[in-house]
Structure formats: C-alpha cells, structure tokens
C-alpha cells in the first residue's frame, strides 16, 4: 500500500510519517519511506543518524527515460534502492528527493 | 527531482503487505506537481485549529484533483474531546473522514530536542501507540479509509 502524508508545517506530518514507517517494518512488512520533502527531516524521525544523509544521492532526475507509454524509471526500483538509499532501524529503507543545502539547484 | 519520486511510487508494490510511506513537503504547491499522483491514500495530518484544518481542507482538494479517491484526515495533538469534536465538525462540513486520532504527546518536543525518534524515544508513548494501533487497522483492513 503506497501512502502520501501531508499536512501543514508543524502539524506533526514527519514525526507520524516515520513512526508509522517505523511501526509497520517492526511488524515484520517491507517499507519503503521517501522524503519528498525539499528541507529533509524524515531521516530523523525514521531514527537514522542524520550524519549518514551526507553521502547518500537524492533522487535525481536522470534516472527517468521517456518512453511510448510515457515517462519511467530508467531502472528497477530494486536498483534504485541499491544506489540511493539507506537502510535504517527496523529495516525501514529510506530515499531521500532533495538535500537541504543544495541552495539554486532542483 | 519530484518526476521521480512519482515514478518511484508508481512501480512501488503494491501487495498488501509491503507499504511505501511518502512524506510530501508542507505545502499545498507540491501536490500540484502530483509527486504523490500514484499513492494509494493521502493521509493529511491537522492540528485542531483553524489554519492547520485550513490546510487540510486545501490539500484535500488537491488530491482528490490529483485522482486520489481516499483521502482522510489524521487528526494528531489532540487534548482532548473538545479538540476531536471540532476536528471532527470540521470533516463533516467539508466531507472528510477522520482516520486516525492522536493524543497530544508531552513526551514528544524532548524526542525532537533529543534529535530522537519518537519510536526510538518512548515506544509506550501515548503518540507512538496511537500510531501503532493506526498502523495495524491499516494493515488488517488492508486499506486506511473507504473509498470515495
């Protein structure tokens, strides 16, 4: 099941999106946890040490093709968790759109 | 950057049992570029006052614009029944459900001071089990709110 969490700033958007991460890989199911957030907390919330954030790649865009039935990764989701993301307690896998201190780029 | 986080969830499982968890950005613009356009559910969590609920009703809109037919409302911090009456009040008048309900945590500003999850900080909190509960309704009705 693929759930989107929203919610203004402060509303407690990240704390619940990691816990619910957190509570659902505990119980034994496979999650993935993204971090569409262009100023990235989630890893915090997920109980990674946000240090471990710094070499891991974003999202980028080249790993979309074009294709007849529209746009599409380039690579399986399995590859692309292979090369950008990490793995964290509980075995929650974490992929991360942005950086925050990439100022003037996306 | 956002083309692929929806294309990400777009080939994500969609077997019961394994979740992908997408948390968006804190504004209703993002919706716009339908990064959450292959989500199953959108989960919007609101406070009870007028601007966090506000928010949601926007948000809400946007989804339901996106094509995300369920879309229900977490409403989290809450004190107490006055605080679930107007969050509830608030989904009747604008044809939202609530799907979860979480109590207002004082334990939860130390987690975030500590730079700690919250799981992490005290997993018998009043907030973590809440979710905890939430999570194994999602899993055993293999779904969060009806559709529609």
Redesign the interface.
């Known amino acids: 099941?693929?759930?989107?969490?929203?919610?203004?700033?402060?509303?407690?958007?990240?704390?619940?999106?990691?816990?619910?991460?957190?509570?659902?890989a505990?119980?034994g199911?496979?999650?993935?946890?993204?971090?569409?957030?262009?100023n990235p907390n989630?890893v915090?919330?997920?109980?990674i040490a946000?240090e471990r954030m710094r070499d891991m790649p974003?999202?980028?865009?080249d790993?979309?093709r074009r294709t007849e039935n529209g746009?599409?990764?380039s690579k399986?989701?399995e590859e692309?968790c292979d090369s950008h993301s990490l793995k964290g307690?509980d075995g929650v896998t974490l992929?991360v759109?942005?950086h925050p201190q990439h100022a003037g780029t996306? | 950057m956002h083309a692929t986080v929806r294309s990400v969830i777009e080939v994500a499982s969609e077997e019961q049992g394994d979740f992908c968890i997408l948390d968006t950005e804190a504004s209703p613009e993002h919706l716009s570029r339908g990064t959450a356009q292959y989500a199953d559910a959108m989960l919007l969590v609101v406070e009870p006052y007028f601007k966090s609920l506000e928010t949601g009703r926007r948000m809400a809109a946007l989804a339901k614009d996106l094509g995300l037919e369920r879309v229900a409302l977490i409403a989290n911090k809450m004190r107490g029944e006055e605080d679930l009456e107007a969050v509830r009040e608030f989904a009747q008048n604008n044809g939202l459900e609530v799907g979860g309900v979480i109590p207002y945590d004082e334990l939860m500003p130390g987690a975030e001071r500590a730079g700690s999850s919250p799981l992490d900080f005290d997993p018998e909190s009043p907030s973590v089990r809440a979710i905890a509960e939430l999570g194994e309704k999602i899993v055993s009705n293999g779904r969060v709110v009806r559709s529609g």
């Open positions: 099941m693929k759930l989107a969490v929203a919610g203004k700033g402060g509303s407690g958007k990240t704390s619940f999106s990691g816990t619910i991460a957190r509570v659902l505990r119980d199911h496979s999650v993935i946890a993204i971090d569409g957030d262009s989630l915090v919330t997920l109980g946000p974003t999202l980028p865009s790993l979309l746009i599409e990764l399986t989701l692309v307690p992929l759109m942005a996306g």
